[in-house]
């Protein structure tokens, strides 16, 4: 396979040998052109996992560990981002009180935290629910994101959060609190043109040429959920290299933009060192 000229990272996929196409999946993105992965952790019941401590997320960060490794023998880089999906306060809730609940996630942050500390994983995952929750429940979770971002603090990594749509401009505020630069909050699934905070965008998202031109910082994501009940969701793991190709093909991106898109913004945001030696 001939060499790519520049690298092309997905900064938000999952990968499932088990409920989904795995290995193969992350086969495609690089023979699509993918150099580099940003590896999330699956919400725990996907994976049969079903908390009643913090300590039972282990289970998942180590399952996803066990898939960098093999996604790695294919030569993709591989970056785990490790967390607690926010969807988890509902169905923890569902077994145990609401305070209860909180204390779960927060003790699994501070697992993957200890994952982050070994070195086993380069950022944390976190956020509040996307969908409508009764007021309780949203301020139950925004207690969990404040953790995250404390101790994505501590451990001076950066934070991924998966929220809903629109800038979250409060969680400026919360990052602000807990010490963690802004630009090292990660909006997945984010929307450029208004949040303060970085947007990692979906690859197929129309306004990209022109966000390039504006010089605002970014990066791509697929949000590939590798769910064989759900083939394809959210866009398939070929995804981000086809689209940055298609861009550069079509004229509207230089390869000096697809350096910065996927290597300079990405070390920044990330402290990771990207190279396609």
Same mark, same amino acid.
């Given at each position: 396979m001939k060499s790519p000229s520049f690298p092309i990272t997905d900064d938000h996929i999952h990968i499932d040998p088990v409920?989904? &196409? $795995?290995?193969e999946a992350a086969k495609d993105f690089f023979r699509a052109g993918?150099?580099?992965? /940003?590896? +999330?952790?699956?919400?725990?019941?996907?994976?049969? !996992?079903?908390?009643?401590?913090?300590?039972?997320?282990?289970?998942?960060f180590d399952e996803t560990l066990r898939v960098a490794d093999?996604?790695?023998?294919?030569?993709?880089?591989? /970056? =785990?981002?490790?967390?607690?999906?926010?969807?988890?306060?509902n169905r923890l809730a569902e077994r145990m009180p609401l305070a209860d609940? +909180?204390? !779960?996630?927060?003790?699994?942050?501070e697992c993957a935290a200890c994952y982050v500390q070994e070195g086993k994983a380069?950022?944390?995952?976190? $956020?509040?629910?996307?969908?409508?929750?009764? =007021?309780? !429940?949203?301020?139950?979770?925004?207690?969990?994101? %404040?953790?995250?971002?404390?101790?994505?603090?501590?451990? &001076?990594?950066?934070? #991924?959060?998966?929220?809903?749509?629109?800038?979250?401009?409060?969680? +400026? $505020?919360?990052?602000?609190?807990?010490?963690?630069?802004v630009e090292r !909050?990660? @909006?997945?699934y984010g929307s450029v043109d208004t949040t303060p905070l970085h947007p990692s965008l979906i690859a197929k998202?129309?306004?990209?040429? #022109?966000?390039?031109?504006?010089?605002? &910082? /970014?990066?791509? %994501?697929?949000?590939?959920?590798?769910?064989?009940?759900?083939? $394809?969701a959210v866009i398939?793991? @070929?995804? +981000?290299?086809?689209y940055t190709n298609k861009f550069l093909e079509a004229g509207v991106v230089t390869e000096e933009d697809c350096f910065r898109i996927h290597g300079e913004n990405i070390e920044k945001v990330y402290g990771v060192t990207i190279s396609i030696d």
């Open positions: 409920n989904g &196409r $795995g290995i993918g150099t580099h992965i /940003f590896l +999330v952790s699956k919400p725990s019941w996907s994976l049969g !996992v079903h908390p009643s401590s913090g300590r039972d997320y282990a289970a998942v093999l996604i790695r023998e294919t030569g993709i880089v591989v /970056f =785990p981002i490790l967390g607690v999906h926010p969807a988890e306060i609940a +909180v204390a !779960v996630m927060k003790d699994g942050l380069v950022g944390l995952k976190s $956020g509040r629910p996307h969908y409508e929750v009764p =007021p309780e !429940v949203l301020a139950a979770s925004n207690d969990v994101l %404040e953790h995250a971002l404390l101790l994505a603090a501590e451990r &001076r990594c950066a934070l #991924q959060i998966h929220a809903e749509t629109g800038p979250c401009a409060d969680i +400026v $505020g919360m990052a602000q609190r807990a010490g963690v630069p !909050v990660v @909006k997945h998202h129309e306004a990209i040429p #022109q966000i390039v031109k504006k010089g605002r &910082r /970014f990066t791509m %994501e697929s949000d590939y959920m590798d769910e064989n009940s759900r083939p $394809g398939g793991p @070929k995804s +981000v290299p086809r």
